[in-house]
């Protein structure tokens, strides 16, 4: 119980809330492997920032790009990407949507095809959640970038793996992280983020600022 647990150290926390979501958390009912305070900064920077487009990198059954659309829903404006290799799982509720486009394929190399989807004047906020590796996060990182204006934001998850919990590929996003930030010069890590003092993203809320 909570009460009895208030001397337990973080990392032994960690763990049981990563339990937690992989085996019961739902958006309505669809499995979304999200931390709950993480999305709930992303539901602030929507409203801060009011994107034209979203792009969710790594989809699973949709619980995410449903919540999203949904958001949009509420603020009036607003159309999400969800890409993946596949969206063989994603489920009914989430494939109705109107304000999801699904594109489907390697998620570097539809990059180009994402793009042609989204006008040059239109604010972009992007979300990756794929398989974390470092090569991959790397890659799309690269490949995504330029179609964050300054100001806006690409959003790397669960940069935890290996600084918070230990599971998850090792080097994985933390590391491609840091390599993107340092070669790139157009981005800095934006802390200020994860002010939860839990976040499953740790360095993963990249703003431009060139």
Not at 81 to 94: F, N, R
Not at 148 to 177: Q, R, T, V
Request: proline share 6%; glycine share 6%.
């Amino acid at each position: 119980m909570f009460e009895e647990q208030l001397d337990a150290p973080l990392r032994a926390i960690l763990p049981a809330i990563q339990r937690r979501i992989l085996s019961k958390s739902r958006y309505f009912g669809i499995p979304t492997l999200k931390h709950p305070y993480d999305f709930w900064v992303y539901q602030e920077m929507l409203n801060e920032k009011k994107p034209d487009v979203i792009v969710e990198i790594g989809n699973f059954h949709g619980g995410s790009a449903l919540a999203l659309a949904h958001l949009c829903d509420l603020l009036g404006k607003g159309r999400v990407i969800a890409v993946d290799v596949t969206h063989a799982k994603v489920e009914p509720l989430a494939l109705r949507h109107p304000r999801i486009l699904f594109v489907q394929g390697d998620l570097v190399e539809v990059a180009p095809i994402v793009k042609a989807q989204i006008q040059p004047e239109e604010k972009v906020l992007i979300i990756e959640d794929s398989a974390h590796t470092y090569d991959l996060t790397l890659g799309i990182l690269r490949a995504y970038n330029e179609l964050i204006k300054p100001g806006d934001y690409f959003i790397i998850e669960d940069s935890i793996c290996w600084h918070g919990l230990e599971e998850g590929p090792k080097p994985g996003s933390y590391e491609a992280i840091e390599t993107f930030v340092q070669e790139s010069g157009a981005f800095e890590i934006d802390r200020s983020r994860e002010d939860f003092a839990i976040t499953w993203n740790p360095k993963g809320y990249l703003k431009r600022v060139a």
